[in-house]
């Protein structure tokens, strides 16, 4: 499993990386994550696709993700 705060945090400054990453399919949003030199997992990239889809990304959302991850 990836670091998905990780993930949101290196992202969260380019808002078009971003939107690009909300509406593409599993497969594009994988070649995006790969142009940006990020590595990650199909099984993760719905999780970081929900937390942009808003376009608005906050503390709370990577706070969420992130206690999502380590809970037992």
């Known amino acids: ?14 808002k078009e990386l971003m939107a690009q990453i909300a509406k593409a399919d599993p497969a594009q949003a994988k070649e995006l994550f790969k142009k940006a030199n990020i590595d990650i997992e199909e099984s993760d990239i719905k999780k970081v696709q929900a937390a942009v889809a808003d376009g608005k990304l906050d503390l709370n959302d990577i706070k969420d993700l992130a206690g999502g991850l380590f809970k037992k």
Request: hydrophobic share 50%; net charge neutral; no cysteine.
């Open 1 to 14: 499993m990836a670091d998905i705060a990780g993930i949101l945090k290196q992202i969260n400054g380019n």
